[in-house]
């Protein structure tokens, strides 16, 4: 059973920059690859971007040019730079496996970007 505890979240003005962490528990973390989400009010959960065992990477166009996926295999923790944020960036974000599945949707980390 893997766990999945998403953080780094928070306030930001437009233009700031955050960095999302999640850390897993379990030692089959390497095998996957991971993917951070996110679901903005009354929106559905939407893929920002997802990075492979290997390291390669996948960006939605929203998130093109602006967001990091970066993953520590020792560590057991995938991260999101977030630079450049927008105000449509306010969403809770997740962290996955990629595909994701259900039993691995943690509780989030809530990012908000206003001025």
């Known amino acids: 059973q893997v766990q999945l505890v998403e953080s780094g979240g928070g306030d930001v003005q437009p233009g700031g920059s955050l960095r999302l962490s999640c850390a897993a528990s379990?030692?089959?973390?390497?095998?996957?690859?991971m993917g951070w989400f996110r679901q903005a009010p009354g929106k559905q959960r939407e893929l920002v971007a997802y990075?492979?065992?290997?390291?390669?990477?996948f960006y939605a166009d929203s998130a093109k040019g602006r967001f990091t996926i970066s993953r520590d295999n020792a560590e057991n923790t995938v991260y999101l730079q977030m630079d450049s944020l927008k105000p449509e960036d306010t969403a809770v974000y997740y962290c996955?496996?990629?595909?994701?599945?259900?039993?691995?949707w943690g509780q989030g980390t809530q990012v908000t970007v206003s001025s």
């Open positions: 996955n496996k990629y595909p994701p599945i259900t039993p691995y």
């Open positions: 379990g030692s089959i973390f390497k095998y996957y690859a």
């Open positions: 990075i492979s065992t290997g390291g390669s990477s």
